[in-house]
């Protein structure tokens, strides 16, 4: 120990012959003017750092001199101090500090004149993490004396849960992780220290304020968690769909700090399980939670509300689509939950098609897509055409109703695909199929599009173009695939409907589009290829159909 002291005083270029409270001074002094960044500070945090975590002189800082400076400050090295003098220092002497700097924070936050006075606190967030961590590192020591454990700590809780909050709004994505670390430390800290000397009462009455402390945290910071649930889940579900990974940079992060509050989750006895969750916390921890928990098709109806409710406020979506993905992808003929409800899959399908025309991330507009798809093949056939009747001719969501084109072309193929003679007649395999969607498939919206006059720039900007393309695509797969003509598309009198009411119009469009100047938009030219397939499709059944007729006669 000597030899320590001795080395210490070296590298500090102090005089040898310093007593240990002259020695505390000096290395507190010189903490001090190096936290506050004074230019002739004899030595830089990082210098002090190392010495004195070489030689053992943290018993030579002051906690009540040197805390508040360093928790002010947002070097790297002054974190280091400080959880070195939380894990040394006088435990009542690291509370007085901690309350102060809550009293501190409270009062800066507080205070409706600060903008004018100008922020009298530099690096306010750091210093409320600082403090959460020095808190934590000193809370073993601590001892209780007369109070139980809840009447000494719980004030403090609180104090910092109100903290949190407002505290989050200036943070950065990677402070409100690290937030959430030492925010989950602390409860497991507080927890474990409580259960020690705490009675029933005392303990129970801990354990609410941490989780509250918890789920205000949680709720403050999940909009920087970015831990990519949705995507990994359905780039794992779905890996023909992926042309490129949509994973975020250092999602890895958001991970961890989740597996960290799981672990304060599973301290505090309350981890995630079904029946619940009750509150959007409690859908975070349940789409974090690890091992997963099994969520059967069943168990949709119940968390629907909040999975809604998430969606439409736009928080926790990376969660809330995940489990979205997770409830919607199984596979289980032997359930005897395999229909969603009528109810929940008309409200289910009005909020992603929100989601999937408007968002503005283009991975969750087409995992939202994907998601409308997956609800629409666990309904009854009659839902699944009523509600995407209603998709199609949203005018409120014009993206839509392009998009939803493929959703009706899936639900078709599958129709197609199934044996007919099932006793149940499907009506995306029959003539219902075109009495519902002929109108919308065959007409434009508006009915003259075709026949007024656009400039270029009117047409490059169409939501119409691209629906109509996607309408030429679906009628030329339903030319091809219903061979039987189960829906009655290759019949003489159908044909002449659609060719009355959509391709003659449209090919009168492109023959004037070609007189306009410049080079051809592209929505323009996928149009005319359309148009050609279809023509060549309708050609050969004509021709067909004249081969048969000679055939019978």
Known sequence: MESNRKSLLAALHLPPGLDDEELSRSVSDLVSLAAAGVRNAKMTLRELVDAIRKYQGTEYLEPLIVLPVLLSCSD???????????????????????????????????????????????????????????????????????????????????????????????????????????????????????????????????????????????????????????????????????????????????????????????ILGTLPELPDPRSTTGLIYLAHAEPAIPLPLAKLTQLYPLLADSLERNVATDETLFLLLRLLAQQNPQSDATEIPPDVADSLCTVLSVLASTHLDPFIRHLNLRLLSMVLSKVHQTVRLDLLLRLTTNEELPQMRSAAMGLLKEATLSALSSPDYSTEVNPFASPTLLRAFGPVLFKTSPPDFLTLRHTREELDRSLELPRIINCLSFYYVLLLRDRKNRTGVRDPDNIASVEGSLLRPLRRFLDQFVTMQGEPLMTVLSLQVNLERVDAAVTTIKGTSKIDNCGGA
Do not use: H, N
Not at 95 to 101: D, G, T
């Open 76 to 266: 790297d090295y002054a974190d280091g101090l400080v959880r070195m003098c939380g894990l040394s220092g006088s435990a009542k002497e690291i509370m007085i500090v901690v309350q102060e700097a809550i009293e501190e924070l409270r009062w800066y936050y507080d205070d409706d004149d600060w903008e004018e006075r100008g922020k009298p606190i530099t690096a306010s967030v750091q210093k409320f993490i600082g403090l959460i961590a020095l808190w934590t590192a000193a809370i073993p020591r601590l001892k209780v004396g007369k109070r139980t454990p809840f009447q000494l700590a719980g004030p403090i809780v609180r104090d910092i849960g109100s903290l949190v909050p407002i505290t989050a709004q200036d943070a950065t994505k990677q402070e409100r992780q690290l937030l959430i670390r030492e925010v989950a430390g602390l409860v497991r800290a507080l927890q474990l220290w409580a259960s020690a000397s705490a009675s029933e009462d005392d303990l129970g009455q801990m354990k609410k304020s941490l989780r509250d402390l918890l789920d205000a945290t949680i709720v403050a910071c999940v909009s920087s968690i970015q831990a990519s649930l949705s995507i990994r889940e359905f780039e794992r579900l779905f890996p023909r769909l992926v042309v490129k990974s949509a994973l975020q940079k250092g999602w890895e992060d958001g991970q961890r700090a989740m597996a960290e509050v799981q672990d304060a989750l599973a």
